[in-house]
């Protein structure tokens, strides 16, 4: 997408469009006056960047509300947002299915989609699926693929800065797959590539859990776990983009796998294998013994693990998403772990966002690249080194 006003505007002019454009977009359709209130600009300099809104296409003018259209004489001009200019994709990729969600440049979902996928498809049939919900969702909802403006991705895996899976055992062929190289063959514009835990905590930051604080860490629970966190408001990726990966402790000293840990029977479960996972729990619910220990065993690695986090960056939220989001008593064992070790326990809490957060996520993502090309922002919470 262009610039603001096309061209090579002024830093000033681009501060002044940038000011004028959130005001827009946050107070309805004001008019010129209140344009003008709002920003402390003054009135000629607000006509002047609307009139570039205008030749953008991110302006139009609105109908006057209706007690000024009975008013004598001519009501003031009202004027919007367009956020119909163009569309957001957030699309979730995981081992059993694959998610997009769709909004327009306000960030608002308009349309959303999804596609149960096998946890055993290889990279390729994966990525067909992906491509096939995306299509269904611009059909179904009259979205012209033309119309998209960022697409952000969200994968499980070490994720760099390109769009590459550095390392990513959730999904077969998933190591070293160019993700984002990939799928850019499919569109017309940016597609940014998060790993999974990362794009959740982003999203529950935005329209979750965590709207109210600025340093949290999010847990993306499972047989093989992943956090992502926010320092400052800012998502932390860490040098290599490998930042809370916490599945790989037991590696320190801590041989057993998860799919040791969650066994009944000694054979360890297939570490893909959810619905094996999700009778462990049940029969855990349903008094087996050799279940509820199990399970025991598994939560105590869960909170240990996010113990190790949490010492390492003292948030004042932890928010539990993933599978086992859902399940009895998984807060109360990780809130006494964390005042076990902590010298400030953070809060916890269970996700707000459930199965959406990833793509929600992703959907941010999207939308931050676009403002930040809009508005000329500088330095959003999910901006890349």
């Known amino acids: 997408m262009s610039r603001l006003t096309g061209g090579d505007p002024s830093l000033l ?23 003008t209130r709002i920003t402390g600009l003054s009135r000629p300099t607000v006509e002047g960047v609307v009139e570039g809104l205008f030749e953008a296409g991110l302006v139009v003018e609105a109908l006057p509300d209706e007690s000024e259209a009975r008013r004598q004489g001519r009501p003031a001009r009202r004027f919007r947002f367009r956020a119909e200019a163009g569309h957001l994709l957030g699309v979730e990729i995981g081992p059993h299915r694959v998610s997009a969600l769709l909004s327009g440049l306000d960030g608002r979902v308009t349309g959303a989609g999804s596609r149960t996928v096998s946890e055993t498809a ?16 611009l059909r179904r909802t009259g979205v012209a693929r033309s119309s998209l403006r960022a697409v952000g991705v969200g994968s499980p895996g070490i994720v760099e800065a390109d769009g590459t899976v550095r390392l990513g055992t959730a999904l077969p062929g998933w190591t070293g797959l160019a993700l984002g190289e990939r799928l850019r063959r499919s569109f017309r514009c940016p597609v940014l590539v998060e790993n ?10 935005w329209k979750g859990a965590a709207t109210e604080s600025d340093d949290i860490v999010f847990v993306l629970a499972g047989l093989s776990p992943g956090a992502g966190s926010l320092i400052g408001g800012r998502l932390h990726r860490g040098f290599g983009g490998a930042a809370g990966e916490i599945g790989a402790l037991h590696l320190l000293g801590r041989d057993v796998t998860p799919e040791h840990l969650l066994s009944t029977t000694g054979t360890p479960l297939e570490p893909l294998d959810e619905q094996a996972v999700a009778v462990v729990f049940a029969k855990a619910r349903q008094g087996d013994t050799e279940a509820q220990a199990a399970v025991e065993r598994f939560l105590q690695r869960l909170v240990h693990d996010v113990a190790a986090l949490a010492l390492a960056l003292d948030p004042e939220l932890v928010v539990v998403g993933g599978w086992a989001a859902g399940l009895d008593g998984v807060l109360e064992p990780l809130r006494a772990e964390l005042a076990r070790y902590c010298l400030r326990p953070p809060r916890v809490t269970l996700s707000l966002l459930g199965e959406a957060a990833v793509a ?26």
Not at 17 to 27: E, I, K, P, T
């Open 13 to 35: 002019r681009r501060i002044n469009s940038a000011v004028v454009l959130h005001a827009l977009r946050g107070a309805g359709s004001p008019t010129l006056t209140d344009l």
């Open 122 to 137: 290889g990279a390729d049939e994966r990525l067909d699926q992906v491509r096939a919900v995306i299509a269904d969702l």
């Open 196 to 205: 999974d835990a990362n794009a959740a905590a982003v999203a529950e930051h």
């Open 360 to 385: 929600t996520g992703a959907l941010r993502l999207a939308l931050d690249h676009v403002e930040e090309q809009l508005f000329a922002v500088e330095g959003a919470v999910t901006a890349r080194r």
